[in-house]
């Protein structure tokens, strides 16, 4: 049964380095958006879902599927989170 970190609450609570459970929202050209339980969604950037190239994320994600992530950077002044999938 999917539920998210119990202890993210708010984008404050995020820290370089941690795996969170997350479920994708969004799916761009240039990656996928990621909810992990927080007001702002964090961005897997394309280059970031997979350790191989892919021309497009849909090759790896798909809307609704609940992913692995590892949180790369936290701008808590313009409401950013990069993270990467952990595959």
Request: glycine share 6%.
């Amino acid at each position: 049964m999917f539920a998210f970190d119990p202890s993210v609450k708010t984008i404050n609570d995020l820290r370089e380095g941690m795996i969170l459970p997350g479920i994708i929202t969004n799916i761009t050209k240039f990656g996928a958006f990621v909810d992990v339980g927080i007001k702002e969604n964090g961005l897997v950037h394309i280059s970031r879902m997979t350790d191989r190239f892919i021309n497009d994320p849909t090759e790896v994600v798909t809307l609704h599927q609940h992913v692995t992530v590892k949180v790369l950077e936290v701008d808590e002044t313009r409401k950013r989170v990069s993270l990467s999938m952990i595959v």
